[in-house]
């Protein structure tokens, strides 16, 4: 199954190379990363399931 997500932000930056995960039933199975124009394609098995995206939260840094 392919799930396919087209991200746009309000202030018009680019969401390229912004690393999301794909989550099923709060778990995550398949990470991905936006290209250029905030397209976004996950590539996973079939299964009944809650599903949602996240930002992929490894890239924030602790200051």
């Known amino acids: ?9 309000a202030s018009g930056q680019s969401l390229k190379d912004m690393p999301l995960e ?8 398949a990470r991905a990363k936006a ?4 397209k ?10 809650k599903w949602a995206v996240r930002v992929d939260r490894t890239i924030l840094h602790k200051r």
Do not use: I, S, Y
């Open 40 to 49: 976004v394609v996950f590539d996973v098995r079939a299964k009944a399931a």
């Open 22 to 29: 794909l989550l099923a039933d709060g778990v995550a199975v």
């Open 1 to 9: 199954m392919t799930f396919t997500v087209k991200l746009e932000l």
């Open 35 to 38: 290209d250029a124009t905030g």
